[in-house]
């Protein structure tokens, strides 16, 4: 199966780099941008520019790549899903070298004089470097995973929330169709009734008022 041709393709052969420094200036057209949008899952890449410079280094055994990039992205926002633009600058680098000279283990490492930190060099393939697709691979590592608008808080679902604490913007007091939800009956029945006023404490003794009503039950003639 042959390999797909990269979105944003700069092949640089190998054997013209030099151990002067070279600089590459490379601008990505309107199809190349569109695929790469594919690629990342962009609404739309609106420009990328690179800068790139290559020089030979390690007695000729290896190519550095250090470079800067600039693009001007539309990602979606992950809570409103609108489209949010962003500017995205980056600087990278990148060491090169013929596919047997790419380090297995430690070992290799050091007898390349490359710490333990530091990233292997990549193979170059077919005798040369493809500057274009290295520049597309750090864009990718630049972009903001979660894209969110400034004011994308207040879209949050309340089921939906995971924080600690009180969900943003709560209210604190009940609505104003709720006030009284809480009441007891007593509350809630109004103006006291007969009934109740005579099962009143009077005051803190506890001494409960006669019934006027009660009273007059009294008084009529029983028939």
Known sequence: ?????PEFSRP?????????ESVEKITATPAERAALAKRLDLVSLDSLTALVRLRRIRGGQMVRVTGELEAEVVQSCVVTLEPLAASVRDS????FAPAHLVPKDEEDLENL?????????EPIENGRIDIGELVAQHLSL???PYPRKADAERFVHVEDWEGEG???DAPNEPPPDMEGADAGPQDMEGPESPATKAATPADEGGETKPNPFAALAKLRPKT
């Open 1 to 5: 199966m042959a390999d797909m041709t």
């Open 12 to 20: 640089v052969i190998a054997d013209k780099v030099s151990a002067r």
């Open 92 to 95: 990278f680098q990148a060491l």
């Open 113 to 121: 004089g490359l710490d333990d930190e530091a990233d292997p060099p």
């Open 142 to 144: 630049a972009l903001e």
């Open 166 to 168: 009180e969900f943003p």
